[in-house]
């Protein structure tokens, strides 16, 4: 019906192709026997590999385990261990298992069940020997289905099919530069053929994927590396990572390997630069606080923002943002600050100070750097764009 | 490769089915003759309409109309009227014509052109008599591919098809109460094929769609009214909004309403929560800020938390969260203030402290409640379930 995007096929293509095994198809259904029975057959007929996401649930409409068995012809048998493992999981939750649920718990005869560490619903591994095709069935909600496909599911299609050569990438990602001023500069490597360099879309940042098919994962990396030194050197002051890296692990990293500490004061993002820093494990080690000062009392009783800055040069200031950093640096009692304050829209814009402009500013304690950032997009991208750029120019400051 | 998220299929299964035809498949396939030829041949033998969207640009990876017309045995011919559009829009731009924007005024032979007047490529309707089944090929850009789908499918399919009614939908949301619980107790519903209720999953909530087939609009909704209600006096304590509100858009519109205020004191969420209620343009009107008080010396100094209680209790503690609460309240001089403390994980977790372990507290200047939650699953499935629960909590006192 269109109400819920489909960002499995999206996450199950990027992991697959991350480690070699080309897509051809993807499929998506409703939860109605026949037509799941038909899809699955044409499948069947044209990969050797078959990935089913949802459907695993504790509910009437829940089909997809119960498709496939019937499709293999083949039972479905209770396992006692994963009942048990869910009888657990509610207890543990002090709850009695739902009848409902006991049906999560069954096991299409001949394969096995993954374990799901996040959910209630196991996966699936069943191998079809009749044509020749390896059925997994995984969770639909994401934060069970990503886990499982990483966990579970490319480790076993790495011993399944150990030969089929490797597609290695190399994700490079850059901060305070857009897509076509790097494209622009890069256009010999971005056009050669192995390794491919793909521009790959994030909100705040940009990433290239470098992609080197080779034999072998060593020969894949011979073939990366003068790519990847090139870029570098095009883009030193914008490369700030690679791979899983992120604006706030490097950050992270390096105030931890200094001992050195971070505080926040936040207007116009909310929340949401603190949120992204906390989102990291281990973030506790540098980040000692923020502050959302969303009412202009709050600038002046946490952060000792002046009201005569505020009258004067209003919230959306230079003036402010760096009283604002300063004022949780010392309020905190922390190395360095990051302030954001700014105009996030849709509404609120003016002539002089239109939605989507944001200042920011940095305070170590000796100076204070302040940028003035203008955006365009909507709320969310200002909020996002914002916050990264001045990650980014943290980071530029003390790498 | 999954680098781009499959967005048109769900803009056209909701414009279509907004309009009462129904969508029984997706069928994503990449720039491959052989591929797309296939996918068409399985497409014409369950459906009567085939839209296929993308692959009307000038490249030569630009392969819709080509597959199309190679399916159908049919020639494209040259269209003079959509060749002069054509030119005319490079005119337009002071631009001549680049050669390879020709292939875009061809035209299926017993086929016609649909107006594209947001790009250059044109869409195509051409009807296969052989297998009674109506194509459409749309534009890949959204901007193309929308309006074209709004001002040409949809009017057509009317004519071809004037009786398919109208299939209208109601999304009821639910947080504090899980799935299994809520399908146990309203079977009488859930089994029910017109209209039809289906379990949606969302971090932190749980939202039941209600679905009803009629032949107009206003019969619909006397299908789904009851329904609605039934579900509406089954759960009255957990349905705490409909459609397009959110847990902060309806807490929002109550403060709002009652022109009161809040603020927010977060531990584990570290941000997550101020950044959720900043989200929604005009939180302003009654968001007063927060304070991410990572650190125990910003729970002390900023909200007042007594040492000894941190020392005696922890920072993960009723007492703490509390005092939290309290302290939060005051200091941003707010009608209510939510706080949250716990163990986010994944490492940091003792045997009386787990990881999961959050306390959620809600001041009101007369009372304060205090909420131990116990999560199980990832950082950030802990983070967003704490932070929902406690709007929801929030919700329960206002509402």
């Given amino acids: 019906m269109g109400q819920i ?3 499995h096929a ?4 990027l992991a697959l192709t991350r480690h070699g095994f080309p897509i051809y198809h993807h499929t998506a259904v409703g939860d109605n026997e026949g037509r799941i029975l038909d899809v699955l057959s044409i499948a069947v007929k044209r990969s050797n590999v078959v990935i089913v996401t949802g459907g695993l649930g504790p509910t009437d409409d829940d089909l997809t385990k119960e498709c496939v068995a019937k499709f293999l012809d083949r039972r479905l048998i209770m396992d006692e261990v994963a009942l048990q493992t869910l009888n657990e999981y509610f207890a543990h939750r002090g709850r009695e298992m739902p009848e409902a649920n006991r049906k999560q718990a ?5 394969g096995q069940l993954l374990p799901n560490p996040n959910g209630t619903a196991p996966g699936q591994y069943v191998y079809d020997d009749v044509r020749a095709v390896h059925f997994f069935l995984l969770p639909g909600p994401p934060l069970e289905m990503n886990p499982m496909l990483e966990n579970e599911v490319l480790p076993k299609l790495g011993i399944l099919f150990p030969h089929s050569g490797v597609l290695i990438s190399r994700v490079i990602h850059l901060c305070g530069i857009g897509e076509s001023d790097v494209d622009a500069k890069i256009k010999d490597v971005t056009t050669s053929s192995n390794p491919t360099v793909a521009p ?3 909100e705040g940042e940009m990433l290239l994927r470098i992609t080197a098919s080779a034999p072998d994962a060593q020969a894949a990396r011979v073939l990366l590396a003068p790519v990847e030194d090139r870029i570098r050197a095009e883009f030193a002051s914008y490369v700030y990572g690679v791979d899983d890296e992120s604006l706030v692990s490097v950050v992270g990293d390096i105030l931890t390997g200094k001992n050195q500490s971070l505080s926040v004061a936040e207007s116009c993002t909310g929340g949401l630069l603190s949120s992204m820093i906390t989102a990291v494990p281990g973030s506790s080690t ?16 946490f952060l000792g923002v002046k009201r005569e800055s505020l009258e004067e040069h209003g919230a959306v200031s230079q003036e402010v943002a760096i009283e604002m950093a300063e004022g949780a ?7 360095y600050a990051i302030s954001l304050t700014g105009v996030a829209g849709p509404t609120g814009g003016t002539e002089l100070k239109p939605v989507g402009l944001v200042y920011g500013a940095i305070a170590d304690g000796s100076t204070t750097e302040c940028f003035r950032l203008q955006y365009h997009g909507s709320r969310e991208q200002i909020r996002i764009r914002a916050s990264k750029h001045m990650l980014w120019r943290l ?3 003390i790498r």
Same sequence: chains 1, 2.
């Fill in 5 to 7: 995007l489909n960002r």
């Fill in 10 to 13: 999206m996450d199950v293509s």
């Fill in 106 to 110: 069954l096991c299409i005869e001949g």
């Fill in 200 to 202: 790959l879309a994030k």
């Fill in 286 to 301: 540098y980040y000692k606080g923020g502050v959302v000062a969303y009412h202009n009392d709050a600038k002046e009783k």
């Fill in 329 to 335: 640096r010392e309020a905190f009692a922390a190395d």
């Fill in 395 to 397: 980071w530029s400051r």
